[in-house]
């Protein structure tokens, strides 16, 4: 009888068993198919840094190379920047001071695969010389930066190829009143101490913040539009000349205007302008 009742039992459990057992292989499957399909997340089980961090800790690095490198291109000063293996002929510091970087910064980027990068450094130098050196680095998946190698000298970054904005002179019936508009705003623009003090010349519900004299108006070289329309709203390109009151240095600037009629001119905005 006891027999019987244990086969009864196995006959119950048995299908039991498969059953949990082939839940089990479900569930593996579900889940590796959910591994696969599901994105990647940013800092894996790595522990990386995020794109943005790794960015900008490679350029700090960069940077601080640059610097050591040219003031002191010794073994003994450079060996804690190197990955592992890595060595340098030694080289020797400059003579004056002068030749040593007085700022330095990150001015191009290029990605070579395998967590290798080439950034470029703009070295300024106190003797008033830029230096370009490519530094080769890698990141490791902790976030950590080395240099694989000396960096290089080389050329300063070529100038951007596209084609320059083509201002014109002022167009149509309207251009002396825009003209007369740009004469007045200009020294209340570098001289007034408050906005307000603009809010005769400025289109209704403009804000422009005045420099307040942080710079001295010299004079007014000369005023053209960008595009050839007649219309009611233009932006100009005004280029004046003004001094530093602490220096007596005077500099060429150029700035943008967008002005609009409303039964007359007004200025709108303001922003700097390349000459």
Same mark, same amino acid.
């Given at each position: 009888?006891?027999?019987?009742?244990n086969?009864?039992?196995s006959?119950?459990?048995?299908?039991?068993?498969?059953?949990?057992?082939?839940?089990? /292989?479900? *569930?593996?499957?579900? #889940?590796?198919?959910? @591994? &696969?399909? %599901?994105?990647?997340?940013?800092?894996g089980p $790595?522990?990386?840094?995020?794109s943005?961090?790794?960015?900008q800790?490679?350029?700090?690095?960069?940077?601080?190379?640059?610097?050591?490198?040219?003031?002191?291109?010794?073994?003994?000063?450079?060996?804690p920047?190197?990955?592992?293996? /890595?060595? *340098?002929?030694?080289? #020797?510091p400059?003579? @004056? &001071?002068? %030749?040593?970087?007085?700022?330095?910064?990150? $001015?191009?980027?290029?990605?070579?695969?395998?967590?290798?990068?080439?950034?470029?450094?703009?070295?300024?130098l106190?003797?008033?010389?830029?230096?370009?050196?490519?530094?080769?680095?890698?990141?490791s998946?902790?976030?950590e930066?080395?240099?694989?190698?000396?960096?290089?000298?080389?050329?300063?970054?070529g100038? %951007?190829?596209?084609?320059?904005?083509?201002?014109?002179?002022?167009?149509?019936?309207?251009?002396?009143?825009?003209?007369?508009?740009?004469?007045?705003f200009?020294p209340?623009?570098l001289?007034?101490?408050e906005a307000?003090?603009?809010?005769?010349?400025?289109?209704p519900?403009?804000?422009?913040?005045?420099?307040?004299?942080?710079?001295?108006?010299?004079?007014?070289i000369?005023?053209?539009q960008?595009g050839?329309g007649?219309?009611?709203?233009?932006?100009?390109?005004?280029?004046?000349?003004?001094?530093?009151p602490?220096?007596?240095?005077?500099?060429?600037?150029?700035?943008?205007?967008?002005v609009?009629?409303?039964?007359r001119?007004?200025?709108?905005?303001?922003?700097?302008?390349a000459?």
């Amino acid at each position: 009888m006891k027999a019987k009742t244990n086969s009864s039992v196995s006959s119950i459990l048995r299908p039991l068993g498969r059953l949990a057992i082939w839940s089990v /292989v479900g *569930l593996l499957l579900v #889940r590796g198919l959910g @591994a &696969v399909l %599901a994105p990647a997340q940013a800092g894996g089980p $790595s522990g990386g840094a995020a794109s943005g961090e790794g960015d900008q800790a490679s350029a700090a690095f960069a940077v601080r190379f640059a610097r050591v490198y040219l003031s002191d291109p010794t073994p003994q000063a450079l060996t804690p920047f190197l990955a592992e293996g /890595v060595t *340098l002929a030694g080289g #020797r510091p400059p003579d @004056a &001071v002068t %030749a040593e970087p007085a700022q330095a910064e990150v $001015s191009a980027t290029q990605d070579i695969g395998d967590g290798r990068e080439v950034l470029t450094v703009a070295c300024e130098l106190r003797d008033a010389r830029t230096l370009y050196l490519a530094v080769p680095i890698v990141r490791s998946g902790a976030g950590e930066v080395a240099a694989l190698g000396a960096p290089s000298i080389v050329a300063a970054p070529g100038l %951007a190829g596209a084609d320059p904005e083509r201002p014109q002179p002022l167009a149509g019936p309207d251009a002396a009143s825009i003209q007369a508009l740009i004469v007045k705003f200009a020294p209340e623009y570098l001289g007034a101490s408050e906005a307000s003090d603009l809010g005769y010349l400025l289109a209704p519900g403009a804000s422009v913040q005045p420099l307040a004299g942080a710079v001295r108006f010299v004079s007014l070289i000369r005023m053209r539009q960008l595009g050839s329309g007649e219309g009611p709203r233009r932006t100009v390109l005004a280029d004046v000349r003004v001094s530093d009151p602490a220096s007596g240095a005077v500099y060429p600037l150029a700035y943008r205007l967008e002005v609009v009629r409303r039964g007359r001119w007004y200025v709108e905005a303001i922003e700097g302008a390349a000459a």
